[in-house]
């Protein structure tokens, strides 16, 4: 019952980020960086916090009373997910909600389900399992596998992308994805992915924080929505000061204050986009809580986003125009990368 709680956390948590980027095709008359940047200001800033308030009240205390230490690592992984995070958004810009996601998570799946227990193999914590135990045992040896196959499916993508960028116009590609570009999309979508991975690192790491919630008797579903505060503040760090940048070279900080763009509408649906991207976060953390793997709940949870922002692709008609031969490699890579989800919550459920 447990697995299956955390299975239909995870989903509504995929569903949400998958989703996210919808609401920024509203934002008119702005730039990239300018509605980014609002819409990260919800998702790293003011809704988590608010989230902490009402699900772990005491929150702020926990976070004061924890180590410097342990809150400088969770910060430092914030930081590195956070350009992860920033590049995520470009990957998406330029290659479309199916095929940046696909390959932007995919490699996100991968370095997210090893990293942790890497982190173990250095410091041995009870009751979490190291790189080296992976390897040793049959379970961790499936995940590794999941991890190959995950990596395949990515490569076929990548394939489906090539060919759809030989089949189409110019004019036809920009028509579902504005800023259409492979070489660039990719280079940013594989960067961009195993970066963001280290958000699961910090997971780990702020997990102390994430206890001692538990321990003050708070919900154990709650729990990771301590870490999370500190975690963002990372990413939030990271995407500001570059999209400050952003606005400074491209002379884009009149967007803010533009009568001449719907800035009601703007603000809206730039703060609704943020708000689902925190979603994720906050339903990935009861996810976790209910699986208790990091491996698992990860990969469950990249998946799950994957599925729906291609949902969201082929409803954008990213893939319109393709061939059928283009068209069934698309779907073989999503179906590769799913299966990897298989083989690693097998190999966890004899881990």
């Known amino acids: 019952m447990q697995a ?4 239909f956390f995870h989903s509504i948590g995929g569903f949400a980020s998958g989703s996210f980027y919808m609401p920024f095709k509203k934002v008119k008359n702005w ?3 300018s509605y980014w940047i609002i819409g990260g200001l919800f998702s790293w800033l003011i809704v988590p916090p608010l989230a902490a308030w009402f699900t772990v009240p005491g929150f702020a205390e926990i976070i004061h009373a924890t180590s410097f230490g342990i809150l ?9 997910w956070g350009i992860g995070g920033l590049t995520y958004g470009l990957g998406v810009r330029y290659l479309g909600m199916s095929l940046g996601n696909s390959v932007t998570l995919g490699f996100c799946s991968a370095f997210g389900a090893l990293v942790p227990s890497i982190y173990y193999s250095f410091v041995q ?6 790189f080296t135990q992976m390897i040793s045992h049959p379970g961790g040896q499936l995940v590794l596998i999941g991890v190959v196959v995950c990596l395949t499916g990515i490569a076929i993508s990548g394939r489906a992308g090539m060919l759809k960028e030989k089949e189409i116009s110019a004019e036809a590609s920009q028509a579902s994805v504005a ?3 492979l070489t660039k999309g990719l280079v940013i979508a594989v960067i ?14 702020g997990k102390p924080m994430a206890e001692a919630a538990v321990k003050a008797g708070f919900n154990p579903l709650f729990q990771n929505n301590v870490t999370f505060v500190v975690l963002l503040w990372g990413g939030l760090t990271t995407n500001l000061i570059w999209c400050m940048i952003l606005n400074f070279r491209n002379h884009t900080f009149g967007d803010y204050t533009n009568t001449k763009s719907p800035l009601v509408s703007n603000y809206f649906f730039s703060a609704l986009a943020g708000t689902a991207w925190f979603m994720q976060f906050f339903f ?3 996810g976790e809580s209910k699986l208790g793997n990091g491996a698992s709940s990860w990969i469950l949870h990249m998946s799950t986003i994957i599925l729906t922002a291609n949902m969201w692709g082929f409803y954008n008609k990213e893939w319109k125009g393709v061939s059928k031969k283009t068209s069934r490699t698309i779907v073989v890579g999503i179906a590769v990368i799913l299966l990897s989800v298989f083989i690693v919550g097998i190999g966890n459920s004899i881990l």
């Open 4 to 7: 299956l709680l955390g299975v």
């Open 31 to 33: 730039a990239w960086e």
């Open 72 to 80: 400088a690592m969770t910060f430092a992984m914030g930081l590195i």
């Open 125 to 130: 914590t009870a009751g979490k399992v190291s």
């Open 179 to 181: 800023e259409f570009s």
């Open 192 to 205: 961009s992915g195993i970066l963001s991975s280290f958000f699961n690192f910090g997971i780990e790491a």
């Open 284 to 286: 990935y953390g009861m």
